[in-house]
């Protein structure tokens, strides 16, 4: 157990330490698909000593001419890589709809050096009734690189 806080704590000082510059701009929207929600977050800007450094995370959520609903999600994180779902929902909806809540690793909304938001639960709803809901780790690709540095350690 120790062990497991020992390298959250490292994967998230790496994670807030370690940005990746992006000059590529997001993917061009494609013909027929309407933005309906975009939500970006920079959970190390306050931790770090350079532009250069800073982490940004995003979700962006679309809706083509027939209905069907996109979500995309991407990082200019070296631990990310850019992915995306679709919901089959054929009612039209708008932002109202749509709900990101950004999360710590533990599930928290409060943050700290040591626990920065690396995790978007991503709620897409009808009125009361929820359509899809689904949790995307923008940290699960760091936590593999520990976990597989430190088992080939042993």
Known sequence: MKKIKLL?????????LVGCSS???QTEENIGEKVIFKSTISPNEEYVSSKDEIVNQTIK????EEGEIFVEASSNSAF????SYSVEYYKEIDEKDVEVKWLTLMGSDKTSKENQLCVADIIIKDG????SERKVNFAKKAIETI????????
């Open 80 to 83: 990310f890589e850019k992915m």
């Open 23 to 25: 000059n590529n701009s």
């Open 8 to 16: 959250l704590i490292f994967f998230v000082i790496c994670f807030s």
């Open 61 to 64: 959520i679309t809706q083509n």
């Open 128 to 131: 009361a009734e929820v359509v």
């Open 147 to 154: 976990v597989e540095d430190v088992t080939s350690e042993q």
